[in-house]
């Protein structure tokens, strides 16, 4: 077997090759405006046009809101990933003629499995998976030290101490809960594209997830994308917005 290696750029080439490319653009938001104005050439026609649009879509497009999700354990992170070779004397249900390499992480299946039956039994009533943009907050709540006094306990839980340094991290709060939801409350988590994450103590260590999910996405073309996926569930596709803005459903 002959294995070819890609030398990835480094820092440098990457910031150069980025300034080709996107060099001229003006940082400011305003300014940048402006340059789009001038690059595409808009006529006051075509401006009205993005406009009417604008309003169109703020006009058609809203949030649903999730109850709140309250999942009494300890906060845990996602665990790293691990790496173990497979070969036909460990994983007999497969011939394979050489060793791989297979990559997982502890734990997932089992989880995934956990928040299927809370869904199911407990927690949320939907009738297919969110397949729509999600926001999306987790708070956290650390069990609150030991060695706090009794003035240190009540500021900690009215929010005022909040737990800066404790395990697990932030980001590894937030992949493990967006995993669990994969399949289970949404298709998948690149659908969020705002997430927040607090970290705060309690008497009461647990996970309180809200969820806000929109009503339709933003084009035709991201329809096309989420209902072309091989994980689609087909039950409900989601409407989507025409070129004016105006929503598109074909659920009849």
Known sequence: MRWIFLKSKNRKQKHEEYLRKYGDIPLNYEERISYMVDKFK???????????????????LFFYECEVV??????????????????????????LSSQFV????????????????????????????????????????????????????????????????DKPDWDNLGKKYCDMYNHNVWLDDSLVVSGE???????????EINLRYMNAVYNKQQYNRIVNRRDYDGINNPPYLDQKGRIVDNNG
């Open 102 to 165: 297979h990559v997982y992480t502890p734990h997932a299946a089992e989880d995934h499995v956990y928040m299927k039956k809370l869904c199911d039994e407990e927690l949320l009533e939907l009738d297919s998976l969110i397949n729509t943009p999600c926001v999306i907050k987790y708070d956290a709540f650390y069990k609150t030290p030991s060695y706090f006094n009794t003035t240190d306990i009540f500021l900690a839980e009215i929010g005022l101490i909040r737990p800066p340094i």
């Open 70 to 95: 309250q999942l009494l354990e300890e906060p845990e992170g996602s665990s790293r990933p691990r790496f173990r070779v497979i070969n036909k004397a460990n994983f007999n249900k497969v011939a």
């Open 42 to 60: 808009l006529s006051e026609r075509k401006m009205k046009e993005i406009l009417d649009k604008r309003d169109t879509m703020l006009q058609n």
């Open 197 to 207: 994450v607090n970290k705060f103590y309690s008497i009461l260590p647990r996970i």
